[in-house]
């Protein structure tokens, strides 16, 4: 009785087991996976978040399918703070990117159609994409002097039936940005094929070497959606916000927006409060992105630190972004490798393929873990090499 597109395979994979299994235990747990900023002991304003929540004016509807102009202003303030010209009206606030990604896909695509995305990245998008009956193809992401997009095979998925191609600005879990040159390439391959950029830029602020990189918000080169919103940038994935912005060719725009009007006005998701409240959220995300990109940092140091005495593994380059990619030694499969740190080590990590990466050996590792943890888990995680 139930619709092809759920049936999913639920049982929890070996690595899921063998991790509530050391929990159910009581044993303890070094994880370098934490991703949850609201756990991970950063400092926020607690005043300032929770007072800009008791807004009178929630006391009253304005339903608009866009979102209150108030905190569409604030967003593109945000824009603005980064030298990118974003209009209010060409922006959409939903509960969440996930949100962002289905109106999108829903805006674009008919049963079946296809969307690029690249490989490695984060894992959500099979779900989001069965959900809204959209088939992906998968982008090779090439490791050389750094990550760089394979614009060989990214032309060659290319088919009658794709409709976008999703871009991660910088990429979860490989940390690197979309560079000028190769945002003039998915324009002009983009803008040639009639198809969409869709640009997830939800990290774009924690950059960790090298000049500020460029966003999709303001792209004009190519029809491009790009999204963003308040679970990474301010570290408040509890408030449910965040937006997508269309850009590009000026007749493109106009019936895109007209679209995506009507998706938005029948759901018109997100609360009064929130909206409200998102100028000062956004005001306030300075201090969480300061503490971030610190504890980056600072573990990124102690990893080097740890890794000039251990022959075995290496890590890749990070960019930005809140993760490390281990390479180590493809002496058997990420899944078991993870597994066997698990239980004789104490420690968790990202297997390679939980973010599709095409081969073995490789370990994602979380940058936002507290320093303690990141030391200590890091060590035990090298002695099993
Ligand atoms: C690349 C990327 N996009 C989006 C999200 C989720 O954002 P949201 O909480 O707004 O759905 C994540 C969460 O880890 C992510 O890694």
């Not at 998925?157 to 600005?169: E, K, L, M, P, W």
């Not at 000026?250 to 927006?257: G, Q, S, V, Y």
């Amino acid at each position: 009785m139930f619709a092809k597109r759920t049936n999913w395979n639920l049982t929890p994979n070996r690595l899921s087991e063998a991790l509530a299994a050391h929990r159910a235990a009581g044993k303890p747990l070094l994880d370098l996976t934490v991703s949850n900023p609201t756990e991970s002991g950063f400092e926020y304003d607690g005043v300032a978040i929770l007072d800009a929540l008791r807004n009178p004016a929630a006391l009253s509807y304005e339903p608009n399918p866009k979102g209150l102009e108030s905190a569409r202003r604030a967003v593109a303030g945000y824009y603005a703070d980064r030298k990118e010209e974003v209009s209010a009206e060409d922006i959409f606030l939903t509960t969440s990117t996930s949100e962002a990604y289905s109106y999108i896909f829903r805006t674009l695509c008919d049963p079946g159609d296809e969307l690029l995305i690249p490989s490695p990245s984060y894992p959500l998008f099979d779900f989001l994409a069965d959900i809204q009956d959209v088939s992906l193809v998968r982008y090779p992401l090439l490791y050389d002097h750094g990550w760089q997009i394979d614009f060989h095979a990214l032309e060659q998925a290319i088919t009658s039936r794709t409709r976008g191609v999703i871009v991660v600005n910088p990429n979860n879990p490989t940390g690197h940005f979309a560079k000028r040159a190769e945002i003039a390439k998915l324009n002009f391959i983009c803008s040639a094929r009639g198809i969409a950029i869709i640009a997830d830029e939800v990290f774009l602020d924690f950059v960790l070497e090298g000049e500020r990189p460029a966003s999709f918000a303001a792209n004009r080169g190519a029809p491009t959606f790009t999204l963003s919103g308040l679970s990474k940038i301010c570290g408040l994935p509890q408030m449910k916000a965040a937006w997508l912005i269309a850009s590009g060719p000026r007749e493109w725009k106009r019936e895109a927006l007209a679209r995506l009007e009507v998706i938005a006005d029948t759901y018109l998701s997100v609360n009064a409060q929130v909206q409200l409240a998102m100028p000062k959220f956004l005001e306030v995300r300075h201090a969480f992105q300061e503490q971030v990109i610190d504890r980056v940092r600072r573990n990124l140091a102690e990893l080097d630190r740890q890794l000039a005495a251990n022959k075995a593994v290496s890590r890749l380059n990070v960019e930005g972004g809140w993760c490390a990619v281990l390479r180590v030694p493809a002496t058997g499969s990420d899944e078991d490798l993870a597994i066997d740190l698990l239980t004789t080590q104490g420690v968790s990590a990202h297997p390679g393929h939980f973010y599709e990466f095409s081969a073995e050996g490789f370990l994602i590792v979380s940058l936002i873990t507290s320093v303690g943890v990141f030391a200590e888990g890091m060590t035990r995680l090298l002695t099993a090499f």
